[in-house]
């Protein structure tokens, strides 16, 4: 059974970059494609992009510009940096495996699992 | 522009059943969706993949009380024999070619 777990600063200043990292344990992280979402305090869901094995990217076109996301195959793990942060990057980030069935196609697909969230706040 | 709507609060006594609503933008309206479960301080929990045919896979554990249907461009998620752990925010998803997309959520509370 696939398990994701978050790691990284709690607290980034306004205007460094904020840095994550998800393990993914029970499966191999060269199938299906894997998200960063997050989620500020008492507001809904945003998808912030995807990337796969091989380093293949989609971003969010709201986040594009301040968003690099990366791979580890060897350790299992892919991970998040986002610019040039605000007050409005405050959020608990959730990774998640976007997976995919015949049907849908790998250019599509929902989250499952997630991962149990970290919270990161921006501030000085 | 791929949306999703949704109300932003439900509610319905315990042991009844509730349907919540989710509007795709009208020209994606044969879009698939899927629908997560949000528990109180918890992260969402994938809980069915909905076709637009009505034809639903739902994840691992998603007892047989949850149910997805459609009509037109709106998807549904039915919770039947509600308990008081359904009592959650429920978030509908979908996709276009490489970008995702989630609706406002459902509070659904459980009276």
């Known amino acids: 059974q696939v398990q994701l777990q978050e790691s990284g600063p709690g607290l980034v200043k306004p205007s460094e970059t904020l840095s994550l990292t998800c393990t993914v344990s029970g499966g191999s992280i060269n199938t299906y494609f894997w998200s960063w979402v997050r989620q500020p305090a008492g507001k809904g869901l945003e998808w912030i992009g995807r990337?796969?094995?091989?380093?293949?990217?989609n971003y969010n076109p709201s986040l594009k510009s301040r968003v690099t996301m990366s791979v580890d195959t060897s350790k299992n793990q892919f991970s998040l940096k986002l610019s040039s942060v605000t007050a409005a990057d405050t959020a608990v980030y959730y990774c998640a495996r976007t997976y995919y069935d015949l049907l849908t196609g790998p250019y599509g697909g929902w989250f499952d699992p997630w991962g149990q969230g970290t919270l990161v706040t921006v501030s000085s | 522009q791929l949306v999703l709507t949704q109300s932003p609060s439900a509610s319905a006594s315990l042991g009844a059943s509730v349907k919540l609503t989710c509007i795709l933008s009208s020209e994606h309206s044969n879009y698939a969706i899927a629908w997560h479960q949000q528990q109180p301080e918890k992260g969402p929990r994938f809980l069915m993949k909905?076709?637009?045919?009505?034809?639903?896979t739902k994840g691992d554990g998603i007892p047989d009380r949850f149910s997805g249907s459609t009509s037109g461009p709106e998807r549904y998620l039915t919770i039947s024999s509600l308990q008081s752990e359904d009592e959650a925010d429920y978030y509908c998803?979908?996709?276009?070619?490489?970008?995702?997309?989630f609706g406002g959520g459902t509070k659904l509370t459980v009276l």
């Open positions: 990337i796969s094995a091989s380093g293949s990217t």
């Open positions: 998803q979908t996709w276009g070619t490489a970008i995702w997309v």
């Open positions: 909905l076709n637009n045919d009505g034809s639903h």
